[in-house]
């Protein structure tokens, strides 16, 4: 019920970007395809990932060296924010 309620509210802010009806998740969770991790150095190269908000995914690397912006963009993603320690945030937008 909360997530219905929560849906609406947004719904109501923003009318033109939440959809009407929500798209399926996908079968694995995984909003990362497989360009997106070869950008990212793979999937072992990834710490820990947690969805936040709508839009944006944060991510942990274990080696940050290893991220490559311009192959991110190339692969879908449309704004990359590298932070301190390894952290990645990617604003991937309503991807469902």
């Known amino acids: 019920m909360f997530e219905k309620l929560q849906r609406a509210f947004w719904k109501a802010l923003t009318p033109d970007l939440i959809p009407d009806q929500p798209?399926?998740?996908?079968?694995?969770?995984n909003v990362l395809n497989d360009a997106m991790l070869a950008a990212l150095?793979?999937?072992?190269n990834i710490k820990s990932q947690?969805?936040?908000a709508l839009t944006r995914l944060r991510l942990e690397l274990h080696d940050p060296q290893l991220l490559d912006s311009s192959a991110l963009r190339v692969a879908?993603?449309?704004a990359v924010m590298p932070l301190a320690g390894g952290v990645v945030h990617l604003l991937l937008g309503l991807q469902g």
């Open 41 to 44: 150095g793979g999937s072992a």
């Open 23 to 29: 798209k399926a998740p996908r079968a694995n969770g």
């Open 50 to 52: 947690q969805p936040l």
């Open 76 to 78: 879908g993603v449309p």
